[in-house]
């Protein structure tokens, strides 16, 4: 199964890096996870936690690639 790597990127720029990663079947169950995790972090916001509104989710494959990135922003 691929290796993704699920970073964080502030407002400001500062990146919070997944060492980890994580083997999922395919890009689709990578962006899921994107998905949820992105959810997590609004609720976290909502009940005073961290912001990381205005900020960026970025997936990369083992090999470094990025696969894609999407904004860390309430639905509206």
């Given at each position: 199964?691929?290796?993704?790597?699920?970073?964080?990127?502030?407002?400001?720029?500062?990146?919070?890096?997944?060492?980890?990663?994580?083997?999922l079947?395919?890009?689709?169950?990578?962006?899921?996870?994107?998905?949820?995790?992105?959810?997590?972090?609004?609720?976290?916001?909502?009940?005073?936690?961290?912001?990381?509104?205005?900020?960026?989710f970025?997936?990369?494959s083992?090999?470094?690639?990025?696969?894609?990135?999407?904004?860390?922003?309430?639905?509206?």
């Amino acid at each position: 199964m691929p290796l993704y790597f699920f970073h964080i990127v502030t407002k400001d720029g500062s990146v919070l890096p997944d060492n980890t990663g994580l083997q999922l079947p395919d890009l689709d169950a990578a962006r899921q996870e994107a998905d949820l995790t992105i959810a997590s972090l609004l609720r976290d916001t909502e009940r005073g936690g961290r912001d990381y509104t205005g900020g960026t989710f970025k997936v990369e494959s083992d090999d470094g690639r990025q696969v894609f990135a999407w904004p860390i922003a309430a639905k509206s």
